[in-house]
């Protein structure tokens, strides 16, 4: 047992990039497993700001290895960009990021696919229209081209050609909108695999070595429990899993490979896009949270909608994820609130529920427990004693009633604001 998993456990923007980047300090290898470029991970280093969108936030840490793992879909020219990036800034990328052989790749067709898509149905999901959903379709419908077939011409021509075929004609006669030259693609395709003929491997194979070799890893989850396509509020959801079985799947290790699996949990609760958000607070204070949390997309900059912390929904979370630890971010966002709302149950056609149902989340009603809030700055704090008292019973509140053992609080963006609670 050698891997340990953060995965998100509301909906998505929890702060794992801050996390990511605190836990691969004491890691050799940092995996992303699902998702694609509608993530956007930012770490704040010395107060100077990265966001990745592919690459795990772990290459920040000299030496340690990082990788796109099977069940990410791969933006090449996003990914281009991010190494770009990298090495202008003097991170070395070469020799120690790798990427799947079986991830998937998703080019400019599935991002068209994608906001036309979303233009046309009558019910709008405020995806990032970075053409995740139209990747994964064609991961499912067995079109779908993956990194390691780059490598081989006639495999490439025949496959993309046929879905660049398919492509136009649904953009040109369902759509109405240009189609696109081929050419465009195929030369995407050809500068990607000029640059990462070197690090495209098989990552299971290479993982599973490691892991006898006594190498420590991490699994780096993107979006969140309820934006999981199986466990999520659907259709309001992203493509992919981003709970425990997409960890699995998405790498390649076993059950038997995880040591722990971190919930990242923020203090309140954020949504970007459609859906139904039974905690939403509307006004002041939900301008507040979002002003203060700086709670704008990363990928898109589209203002979060915030709401008040949901018990169910963890509970939730902690139930299909197994979670083992709770890491509670953003506590500092809350100070100067004379009162904090928990949602503790929700009320479904009258009666209470204290947990959260698949289809019917839209009519519930939250039930909510008020706490008292605490009005001094706690980013300086370094401890949990530290903490005013109202601070405390609120993340022992959280703590006791979800059921998850809260193990560090992040009460700031730098890496210095995170300590461990025993
Ligand atoms: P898609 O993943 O772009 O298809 O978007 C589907 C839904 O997931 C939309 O509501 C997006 O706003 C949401 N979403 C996708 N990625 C993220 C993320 O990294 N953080 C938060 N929400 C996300």
Redesign the pocket.
Known sequence: MGCIVAIGAQ???EGKAKMIDYFSKDIDIIVRYQ?GA???HTVVVDGVKHVFHLIPSGILHEGKICIIGNGVVVDPEVLLDEIELLENKGIQVEGRFFISDAAHILLPIHKAF?EAMEEFRSHK??????G??PAYSDKCLRIGIRVGDIFDEDILYERLSFDIKLKNLYLEKVFSKQPFAPEKIFEIISRFRDKVSKMVINTAHYLHTAIDAGKKILLEG???FA?DIDHGTYP????SNPTIGGALLGTGLNIFDIEKIYGITKAYIT?????PFPTEIKGEIGEMLRTKGGEF?A?TGRPRRCGWFDLPLIRQARRINGITDMVLTKLDVLSGLKVIKIAIAYKLNGKEIDYFPSSQLHRVEPVYVELPGWEEDISSCTCFDELPKAAQNYARYIERESGIKLSLISNGAERKNTFKVS
């Open positions: 909906w998505g923007d998702g509608n993530a956007g994608d999901i405020g995806t990032t229209k970075r995740i959903g993107a979006q969140g934006l309001f959801v992203t493509s949504r970007v896009g459609e859906g997309g990928t």
